[in-house]
């Protein structure tokens, strides 16, 4: 399985750096995959899907990680430009099957899904690496995941109180196989801060390893 962009535009530069295809690593060993869940309600969503996903995305396939994408009916997510096809629906994940979970912020409101929050709670009881950024850490929150971490988020959300947990500012922090970043890049361009996605990411493989 594997993230899928393509373009609405005929010719459009950006394509180059988001057609993805991962075919996993030159090894002979399996390549590690990894579930990413964007939210869909995105107030920005070519700007999210080239300088979030399109980011992280690329980062993983250069890592030699598969990237899974679910999304809650599986359908496609659809901008103006660009499209990110689904893998899978968010009801037919199985934890047990990912190495790892990737949360974008997609520049999203206050959108939960019941879905996302229960597989955070058992990728978390796994001990497995569990990334948000942004809009997406308060599901994090939802399913118990910062309790007794340090963790990132916006400045808004991280004046609420988390249950044993600790607001660490909006930079990127990782407390264990927790990872959080409380700038996406939407929220760089208008709070004028260091857009987290890449160290995120970053921070995510390392806990992979």
């Known amino acids: 399985m594997r993230a899928r962009f393509h373009c609405t535009w005929t010719v459009l530069a950006v394509c180059g750096v988001l057609a993805v295809g991962l ?29 979030e996903v399109g980011v992280m995305v690329n980062l993983l396939e250069e890592a030699g ?3 899974v994408v ?28 990912y190495d790892g979970f990737l949360l974008p912020c997609m520049g999203a409101g206050g959108e939960r899904n019941d ?25 994090l929150a939802e399913a118990g995941a910062l309790d007794g971490r340090e963790y990132a988020a916006d400045g808004a959300f991280g004046s609420r109180a988390v249950e044993e947990g600790t607001y660490a500012g909006t930079g990127v922090v990782a407390d264990g196989n927790v990872i959080t970043s ?3 890049p939407r929220a760089a361009r208008y709070y004028d801060r260091p857009d987290g996605t890449a160290d995120l990411t970053q921070a995510f493989i390392d806990a992979l390893s």
């Open 70 to 97: 679910a999304l809650p009916d599986g359908q496609a997510l659809q901008g103006e430009t660009m499209t990110l096809e689904a893998d899978l629906a968010l009801a037919d994940v199985v934890v047990a099957d």
């Open 23 to 51: 075919s996993g690593c030159s090894s002979e060993e399996e390549a590690q995959r990894v579930l990413l869940i964007p939210r869909v309600n995105s107030l920005d969503m070519d700007f999210m899907l080239t300088d």
């Open 182 to 184: 409380g700038t996406c």
């Open 115 to 139: 879905d996302t929050v229960e597989i955070v709670r058992q990728a978390v009881a796994a001990g497995l690496p569990v990334a948000a950024q942004f809009g997406s850490v308060g599901m």
């Open 65 to 67: 990680v598969e990237t």
